[in-house]
């Protein structure tokens, strides 16, 4: 995934390049991790999804177009479970609350607790005694990634074996992934903890280790596996989704980082900007972040002809206020730190925030468990005329 570069060009050619695997190859390897360099079974294009330099529509249809429904069942299922997790925090947006709270008091317990403060070092040093843990943790600082499996392994790892504070290894993780999101880390984390579905924990299993990893790790012995899941307050009830805005007329376009790529319809886009949020994390999660806000800015400006404004949330009002047009338009900024930065960078200017058909139709749809949401795949790819009249095979 660190040598996909950032742009929309490599993520497409990359994406087109593994079309051929998004079927049955997917479905028989996708939890298997050979290592740096030797996956051929995931896309590795997170992070491109993330920032949206690429859509989930555009992979979905994609992989319906190479396999069909039925061999690409699995694959499409994967992407979904980014937009069931997005749902779900955007209905309960305590959670994310909850969880920077959480962060913020167990970084003070670091400061007056020694013996938790040397784990907690030892850990993201990968300096714990465990082989394939540690190996993790340097390809994470490495490379800015980790197989989807490996993420479960390492925070039921860091959470049950390790006995650390699920929220640290949760933040650990979000410092430095370049696909970090809000929503899917987080709730991930707590999924494997225990507390998102009440009672039913991750426990990681050396041998589960052994034969996913082709044999390059065997951590016998090393993990505890008669862990009980943590007993935390269980997800809040759902919310409604907050209604998206209506924009028409001459409007100026601002482009972030959770969604480079979004152009409004009905809007003649006569001024354009791009915001750029500052957060605590890794050199190559912040550079990833901003070198795809530049391209899509880039994409941007060659279709309006003009050149965008390169903005700080401290300079977002005053931009906002010279610009003679009807509206300010922004993409939806699903709960975290980017929302939270246009919050407070946005006050007292009216910021209109649109949002794409594939969330307004997915996230509503996260009010339970995921397969509950899965099963209405078919529905949705149908709503959004993605797929043809009748897809029996999904949500069986």
């Known amino acids: 995934m660190s040598n996909i570069p950032p742009t929309r060009a490599a993520a497409l050619a990359h994406l087109e390049a593994f079309a051929p695997r998004m079927g049955r190859l997917y479905a028989a390897g ?22 949206r330099l690429i859509t989930e529509e555009e992979v979905v249809r994609l992989a319906l177009a190479h396999h069909g429904a039925e061999a690409a069942e699995k694959f499409i299922q994967e992407v979904f479970w980014r937009s069931y997790w ?52 340097h390809e994470l600082k490495e490379t800015g990634y980790l197989h989807n499996h490996v993420r479960m392994w390492f925070a039921g790892i860091w959470i049950f074996t390790l006995k650390l504070p699920w929220a640290l290894g949760a933040d650990f993780l979000l410092h430095h992934l370049k696909d970090a999101d809000p929503a899917s880390n987080t709730l991930s984390w707590r999924w494997v903890a225990g507390i998102q579905t009440p009672g039913k924990h991750y426990v990681v299993r050396p041998e589960n280790i052994e034969r996913y990893t082709n044999d390059r790790f065997n951590p016998e012995g090393e ?72 391209d899509g800015l880039a994409m941007a400006e060659a279709r309006l002809g003009a050149p965008a404004a390169r903005l700080t949330p401290g300079s977002l009002a005053a931009w906002a206020m010279a610009q003679d047009v009807d509206a300010i338009v922004t993409p939806w900024a699903p709960v975290g730190w980017v929302a939270d930065a246009l919050a ?12 794409r058909a594939w969330d307004s139709t997915c996230w509503p749809l996260a009010r339970a468990g995921f397969f509950p949401f899965k099963d209405k795949i078919p529905t949705i790819l149908q709503e959004l005329s993605i797929a043809p009249d009748a897809l029996p095979l999904f949500g069986r």
Request: glycine share 6%; aromatic share 6%.
């Open 344 to 355: 407070v960078a946005a006050s007292g200017v009216t910021l209109l925030r649109a949002r």
């Open 223 to 294: 993990l505890d596996v008669c862990c009980e899941p943590l007993n935390e307050p269980p997800p809040p009830p759902p919310g409604s989704l907050p209604p998206a805005d209506a924009a028409r007329g001459r409007i100026a376009l601002l482009l972030h980082s959770d969604d480079v790529t979004f152009w409004p319809e009905r809007c003649e886009v006569v001024a354009l900007a791009g915001l750029s949020v500052a957060r605590p994390c890794a050199d190559g999660a912040a550079n990833f972040a901003e070198a795809a806000l530049e």
């Open 30 to 51: 996708r939890n298997t991790d050979p290592g740096p360099g030797q996956r051929q079974d995931v896309s590795e294009l997170s992070a491109h999804i993330r920032h």
């Open 86 to 137: 997005k749902g779900f925090l955007e209905l309960r947006p305590s959670m994310w609350r909850h969880f920077e709270s959480k962060v913020a008091a167990d970084q003070a317990r670091l400061a007056t607790d020694a013996l938790l403060r040397g784990r907690h070092e030892m850990a993201m040093m990968g300096l714990t005694g465990i082989e394939c843990f540690n190996a993790w943790v």
